[in-house]
């Protein structure tokens, strides 16, 4: 037993209208039962954030963004910061997903502020790391993710560390339906936390690092079963809810 709290995140990434969000959760949070032990966080486009924190309100659900802006405010057109997302209820927001560093040029300069100012703002910050394939191939997945753990949470104090959820997600595995192995999850995942233990070895020890890429019902239970592995950051299979809460129900420690 690890003693870190699973955590399960939907990455809706850019699907569900409001009607559909609302639809959604009026139907999982009927059907969450005694899910306490697990922590939810479901992260919808902006557009339906303020339906799912409306909707999320009486149950133990948090609503994360899938993305902000470092600035508090300024000449960005098309962006939104971190106050914005606080004003509406929002709680956290997924940083650095490799799409967003694969088509919107995201970079990890441009993370390390993002990181430090969520956590300055008090949003809980799910920063996701991990490799290419062919980076995979060429034994490099160590020197990727300890340079992106390194640059991305450059900002971040060591107290504040343990604040900070990780999503090892490596970019083969992503809406693929090839998933890693547990073992590679798990392999990934320690090294990541080896790495954490350079800036402060309490707080990685408290940090929870989630595996993300084709996790669906039937594979999610041998993958969260795994010590390193604390939770999942799920694309495709949480815009079901049937689909969701099973994977949910698999992190039940
Ligand atoms: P997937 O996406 O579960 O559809 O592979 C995971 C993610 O991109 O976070």
């Not at 995140?9 to 699907?15: E, F, G, L, S």
């Not at 609302?22 to 899910?35: A, N």
């Not at 990181?115 to 394939?133: F, K, Q, T």
């Given at each position: 037993?690890s003693?870190?709290t699973p955590?399960?995140a939907a ?10 969000t609302?639809?959604?959760l ?10 306490e032990?697990?922590e939810?966080v ?6 339906s954030?303020s ?7 009486r149950?133990p ?6 993305n ?5 405010q ?6 939104v910061?971190?106050?914005m997302l606080?004003?509406i209820?929002?709680q956290?927001v997924?940083l ?6 694969q088509?919107f040029?995201e970079?990890d300069?441009?993370l390390?502020r993002?990181?430090?100012?969520a956590l300055?703002r008090?949003l809980e910050?799910?920063?996701?790391v991990g490799e290419?394939e062919?980076?995979?191939?060429a ?10 753990i390194?640059a ?5 104090a060591a ?6 959820v990780i999503a090892y997600?490596?970019?083969?595995a992503?809406?693929t339906g ?9 392999e990934?995942i320690a090294?990541i ?9 309490g707080a ?7 595996y993300g890429?084709?996790?669906k019902p039937?594979?999610a239970a041998?993958l969260?079963g795994r ?6 950051l799920?694309g495709?299979?949480?815009?079901d809810?049937a689909?969701f809460l099973?994977?949910c129900e698999?992190?039940?420690p």
């Amino acid at each position: 037993m690890s003693g870190r709290t699973p955590l399960v995140a939907a990455n809706w990434k850019m699907h569900k209208t409001v009607g559909e969000t609302e639809d959604f959760l009026d139907r999982f949070i009927g059907e969450i039962g005694d899910l306490e032990a697990v922590e939810i966080v479901i992260c919808p486009p902006y557009t339906s954030l303020s339906a799912a924190v409306e909707r999320c309100r009486r149950s133990p659900i948090r609503v994360a963004a899938q993305n902000m802006h470092e600035a508090e405010q300024g000449a960005y057109t098309g962006e939104v910061s971190a106050g914005m997302l606080l004003d509406i209820g929002v709680q956290g927001v997924v940083l650095g997903h490799s799409e967003r560093r694969q088509y919107f040029n995201e970079t990890d300069e441009a993370l390390a502020r993002k990181v430090a100012v969520a956590l300055e703002r008090g949003l809980e910050p799910i920063l996701c790391v991990g490799e290419s394939e062919a980076e995979r191939d060429a034994g490099e997945t160590e020197a990727v993710l300890r340079r992106q753990i390194e640059a991305d949470l450059d900002g971040v104090a060591a107290e504040d560390l343990a604040r900070v959820v990780i999503a090892y997600e490596p970019i083969w595995a992503i809406g693929t339906g090839r998933t890693a192995t547990p073992e590679q999850a798990e392999e990934a995942i320690a090294f990541i936390r080896s790495q954490l233990a350079g800036i402060d070895a309490g707080a990685a020890e408290a940090v929870r690092i989630l595996y993300g890429g084709s996790v669906k019902p039937g594979n999610a239970a041998e993958l969260l079963g795994r010590e390193q592995i604390d939770g999942a950051l799920v694309g495709g299979a949480s815009l079901d809810p049937a689909d969701f809460l099973a994977i949910c129900e698999a992190a039940k420690p």
